[in-house]
């Protein structure tokens, strides 16, 4: 069975400071990785598509990708209040896409 | 990024009753669309994939004739929640591949209420 770990929290971080979630997903052959931002109510949103190890920075986000270590990480600095959500990491496979449980983020004001 | 649009946003029916929902793609051709369901703070379950011009593949568990999906075109696939019950009331929201390498984009999602 293919699958995507998260850590589900919450995970609270002050105003301001840097948000740090993970994931790993256990099918090494997988070569395309995203980061949604998914708010209570509402569908997912992308954030950050990932192919090659290393960091992909799009304004106050970070993706991380290490493929020998199957672990794809995404970084929000100056955490805002507005970035409260969950954050789903999706590996897309085969035929389709292999989507984490989630973590829940706080960002306190 | 690609657009993908998802009618009606909230529906709210009697039971027994047939409720269709729409996915297109605005701005691309989507010959694979994803339907998934989400219960309240529960993850995203996919449900099938929608091949435009041929049947739909089910994930385990999912019934098909009671979750028809049709994808006639390449902007547009339906998923026909048929005879439905109170425990089919969810989240329903689909995707559909646009943009760069494989990423994937959702609709706004239906929520789907039987009363």
């Known amino acids: 069975q293919k699958e995507v770990e998260q850590n589900s929290g919450p995970l609270s971080v002050p105003e301001g400071a840097i948000a740090s979630l993970n994931c790993t997903y256990s099918d090494r052959g997988s070569q395309s990785f995203f980061w949604y931002r998914q708010y209570s109510g509402k569908s997912p949103e992308l954030i950050m598509s990932?192919?090659?190890?290393g960091d992909k920075e799009d304004g106050r986000f970070t993706a991380q990708l290490n493929k020998a270590s199957q672990y794809v990480s995404l970084l929000i600095r100056d955490s805002q209040p507005s970035d409260s959500a969950t954050y789903l990491c999706a590996v897309q496979g085969t035929y389709k896409y292999i989507f984490g449980t989630g973590t829940r983020l706080k960002v306190l004001a | 990024g690609a657009v993908v649009s998802q009618h009606p946003s909230r529906v709210i029916c009697k039971s027994g009753t047939s409720v269709k929902i729409e996915c297109r793609s605005l701005?691309?051709?989507?010959?694979?669309m994803f339907w998934y369901r989400q219960f309240p703070k529960q993850s995203l379950m996919l449900m099938a994939t929608s091949n435009e011009g041929s049947k739909a593949t089910y994930e385990q568990g999912v019934e098909k004739d009671k979750f028809l999906i049709n994808h006639a075109s390449l902007t547009l696939s339906t998923l026909t929640v048929t005879s439905a019950h109170p425990e089919d009331s969810s989240f329903y929201i689909c995707?559909?591949?646009?943009?760069?390498?494989?990423?994937?984009?959702f609709g706004e999602g239906s929520r789907l209420t039987v009363l």
């Open positions: 995707s559909a591949r646009g943009g760069g390498p494989g990423e994937l984009f």
């Open positions: 701005d691309f051709q989507a010959t694979t």
């Open positions: 990932i192919y090659s190890n």
